[in-house]
């Protein structure tokens, strides 16, 4: 690894520990809640907006954005830290998460906060959204990128596949779905509930560009959307003008991942956490992050 690769990779596992601190303390005001899943995915919002978005924090509506577009309304705790830190969301605001009130509800509602550009809570659609609106930019010669987060529950959901095949048949090369594949649903495990492996099979055989990686490692996900960067504008590129083949990258992930005490629930959808249990989960993953920046250190 290059040193510019190595600062650029301890940015974003800076950003992503800060992610799940606001995530737990977020947890805590109300005693429970989507703890599990935004830990999960920390490292893919943190790759999201500490490296990948092109964004203005003091003007989220500007129109040359790129559009983050969270399917799971649930998870929307993950995409509050992760606005915070991206500076688009108070940090003072967070405590306010699930209040009444708050513009920060349980379920994300793109009417109440700034940054979030649908409300989601109905799984299933965020990748119909996607297909719109790539083709709504496309047609006025803009050329954000469209990123659409998507859980594994979403798989489950005939529309997500509509809409992947949507997307691959108008060619709309700037949507980059990234599926939080945390093998977990509200009723119990993913393959359990409905057998969606393989996946990337099923991505491909829609038509779309595939690459699958270990999602709570920051440098395969910084590899991964370096190598859509490349063929959407390196030298070798194959976009031409937003027409391409549209880019998934499936993560696997662990819930509670980062804090030992989570990782290990069984009721791990919605977790409820005992008053006494917060404190430890904020040093257990301070100890991990530590952990983590000395094995760096000493390589
Ligand atoms: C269309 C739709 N069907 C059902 C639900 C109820 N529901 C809420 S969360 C959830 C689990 C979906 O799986 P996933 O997002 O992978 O769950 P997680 O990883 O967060 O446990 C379900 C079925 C919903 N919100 N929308
Ligand atoms: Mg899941």
Redesign the pocket.
């Known amino acids: 690894m290059t040193p510019q690769q190595q600062t650029r990779q301890a940015a974003v596992e800076a950003a992503a520990y800060r992610i799940r601190q606001h995530a737990l303390a977020m947890g805590e005001v109300q005693g429970q809640g ?1 703890v599990g ?1 935004a830990l999960g995915a920390a490292d893919i919002l943190a790759a999201v907006y500490a490296d990948q978005l092109a964004f203005r924090a003091e003007d989220p509506a500007w129109d040359g954005r790129d559009r983050f577009l969270l399917s ?4 929307a705790i993950g995409l509050y830290a992760a606005l915070a830190e991206a500076g688009i969301v108070p940090v003072e605001e967070l405590e306010t998460y699930g209040s009444d009130d708050s513009r920060l509800p349980m379920s994300g509602m793109s009417t109440y906060t700034p940054g979030m550009e649908i409300s989601g ?4 659609h965020g990748l119909t959204i996607a297909v719109g609106l790539a083709l709504g930019l496309r047609a006025r010669g803009n050329p954000a990128r469209i990123v659409n987060f998507l ?4 798989l489950d ?1 005939g529309s997500t596949w509509e809409a992947a095949m949507g997307a691959a048949h108008h060619r709309l090369g700037r949507i980059i779905a990234v599926v ?1 594949i ?1 093998a ?4 119990g495990p ?1 393959a359990g509930v409905l057998r969606t492996e393989p996946v990337a099979e099923k991505w491909a055989a829609c038509g779309w560009h595939v690459q699958r990686v270990d999602g709570n490692d920051v440098g395969a996900l910084l590899g991964a959307f370096d190598a859509i960067a490349a063929r959407i504008e390196g030298p070798e590129a194959v976009d031409d003008g937003g027409h391409g083949a549209p880019s998934v990258i499936l993560c696997d992930t662990k ?1 509670g991942r980062g804090v030992p005490l989570l990782e290990e629930r069984e009721k ?2 919605f977790m409820r956490i005992e008053e006494h249990e917060w404190a430890v989960c904020q040093e257990q993953l301070t100890a991990g992050y530590a952990e983590q920046t000395r094995e760096k250190v000493a390589l």
């Open positions: 989507y899943q799971t309304g649930h998870y809570g109905s799984l299933g859980s594994d529950g979403e959901e939080d945390n977990l649903q509200a009723d993913t819930v791990a959808h």
